[in-house]
């Protein structure tokens, strides 16, 4: 048998830069302008005990063991071909099959990573979602998902958002009129079969906003606390059952009973020492509005409304020291520009208005002491009523109107115009015709 200056070529598909553990890869071997060929294929993978004789072979579910060098060649009709170029694959324990690429895996499959924008909402407005592959590669199509509680194993069902029962091919996904807090969730899959990347982690969209099912109250009524103050999270709406979760800024999804304890709907907390979103969650699966609540070591606090103030109606500021009580020459300050520098200990708006919405600090300095305290910093949040809504959805409309029927009445105008420069301009050549032909006749 003869060697013919013949090399084939080794492919693969999908022909991704990256594949993970568990994934289905098919190599193949072509030899090119010789398909007449009653051709039989070796193949030369180092760490296999069967050597396929067909011209592609197919890894169901790619593991560390199919790790190695791959190369065929061609032997038919007293022919023989020579080894095609080696594609190395690397395949990683419990994580990813990359091809002459380097890959730490942390687990049996990539992980999405769900994003969301705004994650605190404007009731009513649009919400978007975008999905992230770790160790990012092509091919993948997304799943969109919202959370909905199950009270008894603590965890999350999944229920597809409209239009994702076959993945995206964008990783982007946007939920329109979204009035209240919610839960999502994404995941990645590609190939066939599919192969599916871990769900992520579930992200949240808060919002201040009670809605119709669900509320959750605080005691005391404010957003910063000491962090030796006690706390009391009360839980009201449509259902018998109810837990409280919370999400710090720097840690991760927990209920009270981690943190609290719950009796009945109220979850009580003896020491607040961390600062994070809190919110309800029904056995019904609603979720209440969320509260943004923070812990202090320090020795001042502001005392702020935890909930959104309605406009037009009255609220009060004011400043907590730790040991003592507040006695005068007291500072406020909305967006680091001072407000009121008198002698009232307290900073009282009987009406308040959008203009009023913000971040407020305060400074104090009491008898006993000759240096100036300043607390943090809270958003005070303002809404606006529907009959302000209302107000204004009108005003818009009679703007409107009238702008239509000032339009209106000029384009009129402007054709009287017209249809008088014309009537003006016949009037003046008869005229003058006319006198022209008295000129002749006499």
Same mark, same amino acid.
């Given at each position: 048998m003869s060697t013919v200056s013949i090399r084939p070529t080794v492919t693969l598909d999908p022909n991704w830069s990256l594949i993970y553990t568990g994934e289905t890869i098919t190599v193949r071997c072509w030899i090119q302008n010789h398909e007449r060929t009653q051709w039989m294929y070796e193949w030369r993978p180092t760490n296999l005990n069967t050597y396929p004789t067909q011209s592609e072979y197919r890894i169901d579910r790619?593991?560390?063991?199919?790790?190695? #060098?791959?190369?065929?060649?061609?032997?038919? #009709? =007293?022919?023989?071909?020579?080894?095609?170029?080696?594609?190395?694959?690397?395949?990683?324990? /419990?994580?990813?099959?990359?091809?002459?690429?380097?890959?730490?895996?942390?687990? #049996?499959?990539?992980?999405?990573?769900?994003?969301?924008?705004?994650?605190?909402?404007?009731? /009513?407005?649009?919400?978007?979602?975008?999905?992230?592959?770790?160790?990012?590669?092509?091919?993948?199509?997304? =799943?969109w998902y919202k959370t909905v509680p199950k009270l008894s194993d603590r965890l999350y069902r999944y229920e597809l958002l409209p239009g994702s029962d076959s993945g995206t091919e964008e990783d982007s996904y946007m939920v329109h009129g979204q009035t209240h807090t919610a839960g999502y969730v994404c995941r990645a899959g590609r190939g066939e079969p599919v192969f599916y990347t871990e769900h992520s982690k579930p992200t949240f969209v808060w919002s201040g906003d009670f809605p119709p099912s669900a509320s959750l109250t605080v005691s005391p009524d404010r957003v910063q606390h000491f962090t030796s103050d006690s706390v009391s999270l009360s839980c009201e709406g449509n259902s018998t059952e109810w837990r409280v979760r919370r999400f710090p800024e720097d840690s991760y999804l927990s209920l009270c009973s981690d943190w609290g304890t719950m009796t009945g709907s109220t979850c009580n907390i003896s020491g607040l020492n961390s600062s994070a979103v809190y919110w309800c969650?029904? /056995?019904?699966?609603?979720?209440?509005?969320?509260?943004?609540i923070t812990g202090h070591n320090d020795d001042i606090i502001l005392v702020s409304p935890v909930l959104p103030v309605t406009e037009g109606t009255s609220v009060t500021l004011g400043c907590k020291l730790r040991r003592e009580n507040v006695v005068s020459n007291v500072f406020f300050y909305q967006n680091d520009k001072l407000i009121q520098n008198d002698t009232r200990v307290e900073l009282i708006i009987s009406a308040v208005l959008k203009s009023d919405q913000g971040f407020y600090r305060c400074e104090v300095q009491t008898d006993s002491l000759i240096r100036t305290l300043t607390s943090p910093q809270s958003w005070m949040a303002v809404k606006l009523t529907s009959t302000t809504e209302n107000s204004s959805f009108l005003v818009s409309l009679v703007v409107w109107l009238v702008c239509g029927i000032l339009l209106i009445f000029l384009l009129l105008l402007l054709c009287c115009c017209r249809k008088s420069k014309g009537e003006m301009f016949d009037f003046l050549y008869l005229m003058t015709v006319k006198t022209v032909d008295q000129r002749i006749i006499f």
């Open positions: 790619a593991a560390e063991s199919h790790s190695g #060098d791959y190369s065929c060649r061609g032997r038919g #009709d =007293y022919l023989l071909t020579e080894w095609s170029r080696v594609i190395k694959l690397t395949v990683s324990l /419990g994580g990813s099959v990359t091809l002459n690429c380097s890959v730490n895996p942390s687990s #049996d499959k990539p992980q999405s990573v769900l994003s969301v924008s705004p994650s605190w909402l404007s009731p /009513g407005a649009s919400v978007t979602l975008k999905c992230e592959v770790e160790h990012p590669s092509a091919g993948w199509r997304f =799943y969650e029904s /056995g019904s699966g609603q979720f209440s509005n969320s509260v943004n």
